[in-house]
């Protein structure tokens, strides 16, 4: 069946490094979204991309959507502590259903 | 705070039994979505409603039954529970239910099925 895997599952940096997560779906996605869930809490919406090729940033964030709206990625430029927790990629497909990516779990060492 | 509420917060229950899991979206949010979330399936989309119909139907097994109230409360019924029921589920609310809606996402319910 349908498939939003994420890559690396966990991702351990030290304060200051840069974070990359990438997201591949087994089918096209009609948008995409990112969603950060701390650890105790529930998934707050970061950002949504619609457009194939689309590039949008949040401060030390930066989001792609890949030219066949199958993958995408979240990059985190010089991380911080308030930056851990998972973070999901999710869409939903042509056929109205909605997914969520596998996650990505970021540890910052201070 | 989301503004999405959901009660209880934690549940305990038997195999076999069934439960109610209330959630009451943010102030004119027309549309709720319900979500499982366990450490071997992930994060799955169950269902969403829309102004009290369901338009959106993912992985939600026969046993789990949902509706939306006038009052556009939902609720999400799990019956005959099993061990693997045990999770934590999610309800977020948008304000029309297109899928480029913002989804805020309630604090959740635990449920534990011993």
């Known amino acids: 069946g349908q498939q939003v895997m994420q890559i690396p599952q966990y991702q351990h940096v030290q304060e200051g490094e840069d974070f990359t997560t990438y997201c591949n779906s087994s089918t096209t996605l009609s948008n995409i979204q990112w969603y950060k869930q701390r650890p105790g809490g529930h998934p707050v919406f970061l950002i949504q991309?619609?457009?194939?090729?689309e590039v949008k940033k949040q401060k030390r964030l930066t989001f792609q959507f890949g030219e066949a709206k199958k993958n995408s990625s979240l990059h985190i430029t010089a991380t911080q502590t308030t930056d851990v927790g998972t973070y999901f990629c999710?869409?939903?497909?042509?056929?109205?259903?909605?997914?969520f990516g596998t996650g990505t779990s970021l540890t910052v060492i201070p | 705070d989301s503004g999405v509420t959901q009660t209880p917060k934690h549940l305990i229950t038997a195999t076999g039994q069934r439960v109610t899991l209330r959630c009451s979206p943010r102030?004119?949010?027309?549309?709720v979505y319900w979500y499982q979330q366990s450490l071997d399936q992930g994060l799955q989309f169950l269902i969403q409603y829309y102004n009290g119909e369901e338009r959106a139907k993912g992985n939600i097994l026969e046993r789990f039954s949902a509706q939306q109230f006038p009052d556009l409360h939902s609720e999400l019924n799990l019956s005959s529970l099993e061990l693997g029921d045990s999770a934590l589920y999610f309800c977020?609310?948008?304000?029309?239910?297109?899928?480029?809606?913002?989804?805020?996402f309630g604090p959740g319910t635990r449920l534990t099925v011993l």
């Open positions: 102030s004119g949010d027309l549309s």
């Open positions: 991309l619609v457009k194939s090729g």
């Open positions: 977020a609310s948008s304000v029309d239910g297109g899928w480029t809606d913002t989804q805020y």
């Open positions: 999710a869409g939903p497909d042509y056929s109205n259903q909605f997914y």
